[in-house]
């Protein structure tokens, strides 16, 4: 079965760091570039950040660059997100998402076909 | 603010055909892809492409695209379509950075 399994949310302080893990299974993870994405309570999802298969080009949100570093591990199959500086505002679930891309009739396609159930993070003092 | 515009309300009576939209100006490069959200539940993926359905998806849910406008269609809506529905793409700026539209609420009467 493809699945994604989120881990580390918790309960952190403003300016403290948290560090996610996603474990991927089912599926040849080091083929697919992958996401992470946010939901604040109550509000929309929230694209944070994205990295290509080889780890060759990552990408962030604006409101998390400086702050949030994505990385893999294809040998363990597994993805993460380094948080620091943590603010009331990072306060979501946190989901990672497997991407697929590429290219049909001169339009760029790009879409996140398997999500996990995501992990809470909670910043507040 | 997203740069991925969506109604933030549509209803439909149960069995009729509903359209929700999304407007950007990426949308003139690259294909929206779609996705479901129940209450405490994580995105499913509904459309993507031009207009492809993953395995498992209802074919009452169809994909279009127009200029700067992507829409998803559901045609014969069914209770258990109510939900929040996203449109996702990249940002117009070409960095290849991901944006959601706000998120259209569907009530199905």
């Known amino acids: 079965e493809v699945q994604l399994v989120e881990s580390g949310g918790g309960l952190v302080k403003p300016g403290g760091s948290l560090r996610l893990s996603c474990a991927a299974s089912?599926?040849?993870?080091?083929?697919?570039?992958m996401n992470w994405v946010r939901q604040a309570p109550g509000k929309g999802l929230e694209w944070v950040s994205s990295?290509?298969?080889?780890?060759?080009?990552?990408y962030y949100a604006d409101s998390v660059k400086g702050r949030f570093t994505i990385s893999r591990d294809n040998a363990k199959n597994s993805l993460y997100l380094q948080m620091n500086s943590l603010r009331a505002e990072d306060t979501a679930v946190y989901y990672c998402?497997?991407?697929?891309?590429?290219?049909?009739?001169?339009?760029?396609?790009?879409?996140?076909?398997?999500w996990g159930k995501g992990t809470t993070v909670t910043v507040s003092s | 603010s997203s740069e991925l515009t969506q109604d933030p309300a549509v209803s439909v009576a149960l069995g009729q055909t509903v359209r929700i939209t999304c407007q950007g100006d990426?949308?003139?490069?690259?294909?929206a892809s779609w996705y479901q959200q129940k209450p405490g539940q994580a995105p499913v993926l509904v459309i993507y492409?031009?207009?492809n359905r993953p395995s498992g998806i209802p074919d009452r849910f169809s994909g279009s695209s127009s200029g700067n406008t992507a829409s998803l269609t559901i045609t014969g809506a069914q209770a258990e379509d109510e939900a929040d529905y996203y449109c996702n793409s990249r940002d117009s700026s070409g960095n290849h950075l991901g944006v959601f539209g706000g998120g259209t609420k569907l009530t199905v009467l």
């Open positions: 990426s949308l003139r490069s690259y294909y």
């Open positions: 998402a497997r991407a697929s891309s590429g290219w049909y009739r001169l339009y760029y396609y790009y879409y996140m076909d398997v």
């Open positions: 990295i290509s298969s080889s780890s060759s080009y990552i």
């Open positions: 492409g031009k207009n």
């Open positions: 089912g599926f040849t993870f080091s083929s697919y570039s």
